[in-house]
């Protein structure tokens, strides 16, 4: 075998990419709204009872991740609070929200457990101020 030869085959063993595969790949972005990255304490209970705190992130009009103190069985629906600044007063977005995933192993920045929130009911006036407090406060990503 000659040297060049044996080198493009160590080069396919590793993984590279074989010639004529320089075109990529293409994903499509499934999400109907915009993700904004934030950091943003909550509240929420389940079925009117004790409320508990958490933090928003990672939030879009479609819903959002939280980090909750506790285990949460998906499907699950909650009512939240959204508490930020505006001004000097604070504010707030209230919204019934449905847990759609857990990642149920602590995440080591927070201690928390990681839940994907999506949107069931949300008030036209929550609406626009989460708009607002998205493009204010967020980061897009």
Known sequence: MSPGKNST???RKRG?????SEKGIFIAERR????FSVELPLDYSIENQEHYGGVATNA???GLVAYFPVAITVG???DIEIIFANGFELSSVRARARVIWSHLAP????GEYRYGL?????????????KTLLRETGELR
Not at 107 to 110: F, L, N, Q, R, S
Not at 118 to 130: A, C, I, Q, S
């Open 16 to 20: 590279q990419t074989q010639p004529g």
């Open 32 to 35: 109907k709204h915009p993700r």
């Open 118 to 130: 999506e949107f069931e009911r949300l008030h036209e006036r929550d609406v626009r101020k989460l």
């Open 76 to 78: 699950t629906l909650l």
């Open 107 to 110: 995440e080591v920045i927070w």
């Open 60 to 62: 879009s009009r479609g």
């Open 9 to 11: 085959t160590e080069k």
